[in-house]
C-alpha cells in the first residue's frame, strides 16, 4: 500500500479558475471555521508527495487496502472482446465504498486537532457510512444529513450509521434554518446534495468543536484517493500490463459526481497522459444530473444556503433538482472546478447513462463475474461496455479499468424496483 | 490457496452412527436420484485428501480466496485482554458469505452430470445466493426455497438471487404436495429449514434433471469447507502463531446451524487435539433451537416430509417450530449427525445464546474493528467475548479463531429491529 498520497495540482493542463467569494462572512471564513485546518492547507498542497500520517496508514491496512485489482476475464469472454478489462474492488472495503478512504484521513486530522464532532452529508449513504465508522475509530461524534429521498431508498445505510452511534438527520432538515427554508418553499423536496451540503454546513457551524468534512469536490478529498490510481498503477505493472501505449486506446473509467473516485484514479496518471501517452479518461455521470454532458461552464454554488464559495464548473443550475433516483452519488448539480477545468481543457470524456442503462450494466457483470456494484460504479461499467463495443468496432485491444466504487449489497432495492417490478 | 480438501472423517473419535433408513422409497434411493453422485461419493471418501477440481479452484480464486485472516487488535484493546484474537473473514466473499466455498464445488459437479436445474432450501438467505450465484457460473438454473419469516425479513437477499435469474419461492410453498399440507395444517407456519428442506426435496423429485444441493449438514459439504481451516493453519503460522500450546487454552469457534462452517474450520485440527494439542472447538448455537446445549441425543431427521434418513444427534425434535428470530441460518431443529457425534464425545463444547446478546456483540465488533458480520457470525463473536472473559479471569492468553462467517450488510433491518428500535 502507498504510504503518500500524489498531489497532482501540478499536472493539471492549466490552473483551477478561481473562486468568487463575496459573501458575509466569506466562504474562506466560513471554511475556516469549520474544516480542518490541515485538509484546508492540503487543499493547495505544492509538494508532489504528501506523506501519509502512521496512523491513516495503519487504520486503511487493517481495513483491507491494497484492495484487489480484479481482471474481469468472464465478462470478457461474454462480451468476446479484446480488451482487457480490470475492476479496481473498492466494494471489498469494510463500508462497502472508496468513501472509506478519505473518511479516516479526515477523521484523523480532525482529532488531532481537538475536535469532537465530524458533521457531513451524504447522498446515497456511502460517504456517511465511512464518516460514521472513521468517527467512531477515533473516537468522534457524527451527525449526518442523508439526501432525503435516499435515505427513503436506502434505510440500511441509516440503519448502519446509527449501529456506529451516528445521529442521522433527513435533508432538507427541520433543524436548521436553510432546511426549514427550503421546505417552506417546497415540502415535498426529495433533497439533493445541494440541500444537505447547506444543512450540515449550518449545523457545523453552530458547534465550536464540531468539523465539517466533505465527501468529494475537494482537492484534499482527491489528494487522499490518488491511492486508487496509485495502486492500479503498481497492480496492472504486476499484471505484465504498460498502461498508455500507442495505439491501443487504453481507458481509465469511474463514475462522477462529486469526482473524488475519478479523481483519485486519473490523477497520477494525469502526468502521463499530457506527456503523450495513449490514454482516456472517462467519467459517468448519471442523466439525473448530466452536468458534464449537458450542463453550462458557469459560475455556481454547490451549496444552497450559501456557505460555499461560487466556483466555475459545469452546472444544471443551483435551482435544478435531480429527480430522486435510486443513483444518489451522482445527483449532484454542479461539477467541481476541477473536474470541470479537466472537462473543459479535453482532457476528460464523460457521457451520461439513465439508471435502467447503468444497472443493466451493473446486473451483466453480477451474472458474469460475480459482483453486484452500487448503482454509482454501475455508471462506470456501462461506460465501459460503450468502450468496448467501440474498440472492438476498431480492432484495438485496449486495457481498460473500471473503478468498482462501491458495492451495491443496500442498493438491491433499487436493482429490484428498477430492473425486476419494471 | 489449497487445493484439495481435507478428509477429516478418519480423525472422528468414532465411528459416525449408521442412519435409519425405513422409508419407501429409502432415503438412499432418493438421493440416488437427485444428488450429484460426485458427492454421494464424497460422502464416505477414505482418502485425507480430496484434490479439488481445477475449475472450482480457478472460481474460488476469483472469488477472493484465501480470505484473509484478521488479528482483532482494536477489540482487543477494548476487551484488555491478554488473549490474541483473529476473524477468519468469510464476509468479504462476493456472495457475503463463506457457504460459496461449497455451492461453487456442487453446482460444478452437477454440472459435470448433465443437470440443468439446482433445487436448494435457504434459511437466511446466504446459501441461497451462494447456489444463485453457482448456479450462474456453471450456466444453470437455480430453484430456491427459502423459509418464509427469512424471506419476508430479507427482502434483499432474494432480490439478490432473483438478479442472479434464480426462481425464488416462499416455504411452506403452495408449489409442492408437503408444502400445502404443513400450510393446511398451520396457515401461519413461519417455516424453517425443515419444511424448506422438504419442499426442495420434492421439487428436484418432480424433475429428472435437476440436482438437490445441500447447504450444509452433509460429509461432502464439511469437506469442502475444510478449506476454512487449511487456510486458517496456513495464516496463522504466517502471523508467527503456533496453534494449541499446553496451558494456554487456544479456541476455534463457530455458530452452528447445520455445521458446516464449524467443521470446516476445526475439521482439519482434529488429529491435533486427539494427539494432545491444546485446544478446545466452541460451537455457538441460538436459543431459538437450542439442540447442542439443550436438546435430546435421538434419532430424527432434518426434513419434516420424510425425504431423509433419520440420524442420530441432538434434537428439538421434529414438531419443533422455531420462533421466527433473526438468525435463519441457525433455526435448524436436528444436529447433524458428525457435529452430534463431536458434542456426544466431548471435543465439541457448545453455547447458546439470544437473538439480543449476538447481535451486541456484533454491534461491539463492529465498532472496534468495523466488521459489520451477520446475526449468525455474531452468535460467534458472542461466544469468544466469554471464553475472553474466562480466559483473562484465568490469566490465560490464547490464540482464539472466530469463523467471521458472512457479511451483516443485508441483515441491517435485524440489527435495526433488535438493537436500535427496542
Known sequence: MPTRWYNFLGDLPGPVPPIRDSGSPSAAEIAARVRPR??????????????????VAERLRECGRPT????????????????????KREDVLPT????????????????????????????????GMSVALAARMFGLRAEIFMVRCSL?????RRHYMELLGARVRSSPSGETAIGRKILAENPGHPGSLGTAISDAFERALSNPSAAYLAGSGMPHVYLHQTLLGLEVAAQLKAHGEELGVAGRGDH????????????????????????????????AESTAAPRLTQGTYAYGRTDLGGFTPEVLGYTM???????????GGLRNHHSSALVSLLRHEGVLDAVAFDQRTALEAGRLLLQTEGLLLA???SHAVAAALEVVAKSDAERLTPVIVILA??????????YHEVLLEA
Open 152 to 156: 427513503e431508498q436506502k434505510p440500511y
Open 317 to 327: 443550475g443551483e435551482s435544478f433538482i435531480p429527480p430522486p433516483n435510486h443513483v
Open 38 to 55: 490541515a485538509l484546508i492547507e492540503q487543499n493547495g498542497a505544492t509538494e508532489q508527495w504528501v506523506p501519509m500520517p502512521g496512523p
Open 405 to 414: 466504487s462501491g458495492s451495491g449489497f443496500l442498493d438491491l432495492q433499487g
Open 68 to 87: 484487489p485489482l480484479h481482471r474481469a476475464r468472464r465478462l470478457e469472454r461474454h462480451l468476446g472482446t479484446g480488451a482487457r478489462i480490470y475492476l
Open 375 to 377: 448503482p454509482e460504479g
Open 96 to 127: 462497502g465504498s472508496f468513501k472509506l478512504n478519505t473518511a479516516i484521513a479526515q477523521a484523523y486530522y480532525a482529532a488531532e486537532e481537538g475536535r469532537t464532532t465530524l458533521v457531513t452529508e451524504t447522498g446515497a449513504g456511502q460517504w
Open 252 to 283: 481509465l473509467i469511474a463514475c462522477s459526481g462529486g469526482g473524488s473516485n475519478l479523481c483519485g484514479l486519473i490523477g497520477p496518471h494525469l502526468r502521463a497522459k499530457a506527456e503523450g501517452a495513449d490514454l482516456r479518461f472517462l467519467a
